[in-house]
Structure formats: C-alpha cells, structure tokens
C-alpha cells in the first residue's frame, strides 16, 4: 500500500524527549528481548540503553572501547562498529539480563588495520557491510589517534561464513551511514565530507549526499550515483522503511525521502540527529540519537531488513 506523508507518522505523532546526558549519542538499534534502544556515547566511552517500560537510562558497558553504529544480526546479537578497537565486534549479550560478551569479527585488511569503522548493516544473506571513514583516528576524543593504513575510506562487505573481507564502495570520500533497500537490490551510503578538505584538494561538490548503488549478485556494488543531497548538515547514519522511503539524519532533524529521492517528510529536532533506527515492541517507533539526547517519535512503518529477519525466523 503507498505511503503518503501524512500517513507515514501515527496520528498526533509528536518528537519526545526521553532521554538525555550523552556527550555525542550514535548508534542506536532496539534489542527485543530488552525492549530497549541500545546507543554510543562515543566521547563517553560508554554503551547505554533506554529501557522502555521504565523509562530508565543504563549504562550497559563503559569503557567501551568507542564503539558508534550497530545493526542486528541474523540471530539477533549486536554487530557493533568499534573505533577504539578498529574493528567489527559481535556482542552476543541481547538476553534480558546479559552483559556484554564482545569478539571481534575483522579488524585489517590485507595486513593493515581499518581505520574506525563507523556504521554497518547487515544483509539477509549474513553479510556484514561496513563504513570505515577515519573518524576515529582522527579525532582524540572518539578513539586512538592513528594512521590510516590502507591509505583510503571504504565500505567494506564482510562474510562471516568465509572471513573474507572485501571492499565493496570505494569512491565515497568520507563514507559514513549505509543501508538497503527493501529488496536490497540499491545500497545507500552517505558521504558525510562536507567541513573536511578534499583529498585531491578540488573542489568538494557532494559532500552531503547520500549515494546509491546497484547491487549486483547480491555481492557487488555498481553504478554509484548522487541519490539525494542532504541539508543542512550531514546525511550522518539512516535507515529504510519497508515501503523504501530512507529516514535521514541531518542537522535540524530527520529528513525522508521517497525510493524516488522526493524529500516528503521533515521532522523537526531540537539537536543535530546522528542516525536513528526503529523500535518499540510493533517496530514502529523511530528512536533518533541527536547530539546529547534520544529521542522519539510513533511512526506508521517498519525497517526494511526488520521484515527479512521476521520473514526468514
Ligand atoms: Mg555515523
């Protein structure tokens, strides 16, 4: 069934404020089994979760190594980008009462370490597919200062079945968020460039933009093009409802544009929004990490890849 603007949020839908006290909040996803949203505090150096009954906010792990985006796998553990480790990590601690039992997945390429792995989403098929800009190294207060091995920022696309890693997008500059489209035949990754000189020195045109790629045999990405720019701001982390249509981080809010690139939607909030992801118990709530806060906000849809865990369960 189409989806209109107005029928893409729950009547009387309004932005709530429900938590508050990170330094920088990113990566969020809902755990199920604790009807919680789990998100970084990337300076903190903390894991906290929102818990939904209670309204409680947890500190799930501290000293957490900076870890920043996060996405469920096919069981249901947390794959978790880790900054301070340079790595892709699988924390298995989804029960309601777990603590947090992390390895790591990947962390080089080629003999050369990662640079800090930023976001990821992981595909029907077990694949891990991750964003490695240098955020982390760069920035003192979200990792370790280091250098950047491979000598580029790529997306990566890891198979865990195989160990294999492989770089699937490499002419993003600064690639940041990913995800897929419904039937995961487009990857969306967005390029968050903007405010940092370019590499060749030129001029930078689309430093903001979220670009779309085919994706071929389910494993290769082909044909990136300009799928929307996004502003004001950065098109940080997003997500894909199930009709296609891609919820935008951006500097004032969450900005949604149709599987066309029609902006049809804007949400309103009061800080910069770093990535949002769906939750609640229906999946139908858009929880959005912006800056110290969570906030939220009652939707009509669901997340694409939700559907494909759902449909393969
Ligand atoms: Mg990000």
Known sequence: MPTTPQTLLAQDA?????ATGAQWAEGPVWIPARSAVRFSDIPGNRILEYRE????????????????????????????CSHGRRAIERDTGTAPDAVPSVSTLVDSWNGRRLNSPNDVVVKSDGTIWFSDPSYGIQKEEEGHPGQEEYGDRWVFRFDPASGELTPAVIDVEVPNGLA??????????SDTSLGTPAMDGGPRLHGHAIHAYDVVQGRFARNGRIFVEVGPGVPDGFRVDVHGNLWSSSKEGVQVFSPEGERILQIAVPETVSNVCFGGDDGRTLYMTASSSLYRI???????????RTSEA
């Open 180 to 189: 897929f489209s419904p039937d995961e035949s487009i990857l969306y990754v």
């Open 298 to 308: 009652r939707t009509t849809v669901t997340d694409a890849s939700a559907a494909l």
């Open 14 to 18: 309004a932005v709530e404020k429900v």
């Open 53 to 80: 009954a209670t309204g409680a906010l947890e500190v799930y792990a501290a000293d957490a190594e900076f870890t920043n985006g996060r996405a469920l796998d096919r069981e249901g553990a947390v794959i978790q």
